[in-house]
Structure formats: C-alpha cells, structure tokens
C-alpha cells in the first residue's frame, strides 16, 4: 500500500448524527448527482480517527465545530462543519 495521501468522496446525511469520515483535509464540499458530497484527502496508512461532518442550512443553528465548506445546492446553502474526532479500531 501507498504512503501517498488519496482524496475520496463521502457521502454526507443531513441528519443530526451527522456522517463520520476518516480525519484530513476538506478540499471540496459540493452537489454531485443530486447527493451533498465531500472530498477528503487523507492517507490510508495513518492511525485511523474519524471526524463527523455535519451538515446545516443557512439561517439554521450552527453546532460547535470548524466550518469545512459550504456548497449551493440548487436554491439551497448549505454549510458542513467538523464537530468531533473519534479513534476507530482497525
């Protein structure tokens, strides 16, 4: 296996529980066939933790968290946020 870090795409839920992906860098938030997405760029060698994105609308509370990206979705703005890490077992 590669030592090089990868992006992949996720799938982000608009649900409260948010989505959880492996911890890196947010490079992209954005609409892709009708699905709320994000890259993210880690390398699949390190420690496994995860952040959970979650997902919120303009004019909606924002939870505590780094703001990663927003993106419109037709006449919506929606804003995603890193809320939290957790370890994974491998």
Known sequence: ??????????LLSFTDAGTWVPVGQVVLI????????AW???NPS???EEQRLV????????PTG???GSAICG????????????EVSP
């Open 1 to 10: 296996m590669s030592d090089a870090a990868t992006i992949y795409k996720y």
């Open 30 to 37: 954005a609409e892709q066939h009708g699905a709320l997405a």
């Open 40 to 42: 993210v760029m880690h």
């Open 46 to 48: 390190d420690a496994y």
């Open 55 to 62: 997902v919120t609308g303009t004019g909606q509370p924002v």
């Open 66 to 68: 780094t703001h990663v």
């Open 75 to 86: 006449q919506f703005v929606w804003h995603v946020l890193s809320t939290g890490v957790r």
